[in-house]
């Protein structure tokens, strides 16, 4: 496996049990709109301690909060950004 990028990463928590159907909503969204240039990219933590929470590399972290928080199964984002260990800890990358 190899490392994450570097980038600005943040923890978002979804509504319990509901990632995938949050990830679906996310998808279409980046889809539909403009949210391209915000979410760059996208990784869901394998350990089950994290499985209402989705790793999102953002290039805006006001704007992409803005579009996030309308979206369905959305509960919060940490506002501050992780560091690349916790990133590749959280993905079980050694």
């Keep these: 496996m190899q490392l994450v990028e570097k980038g600005i990463w943040h923890l978002v928590t979804v509504r319990s049990q509901k990632r995938s159907l949050f990830l679906k909503v996310l998808d279409k969204a ?15 933590p394998k ?12 290039s805006n972290l006001k704007a992409a909060s803005i579009h996030l928080q309308r979206l369905e199964y959305f509960q919060g984002i940490e506002r501050r950004p ?7 800890r959280m993905l079980g990358v050694r």
């Design 30 to 44: 980046l889809k539909d709109s403009q949210l391209q240039e915000l979410v760059l990219e996208i990784k869901t």
């Design 47 to 58: 350990d089950s301690a994290y499985k209402d929470m989705v790793l999102l590399r953002l």
């Design 82 to 88: 992780l560091s690349r260990e916790q990133v590749n």
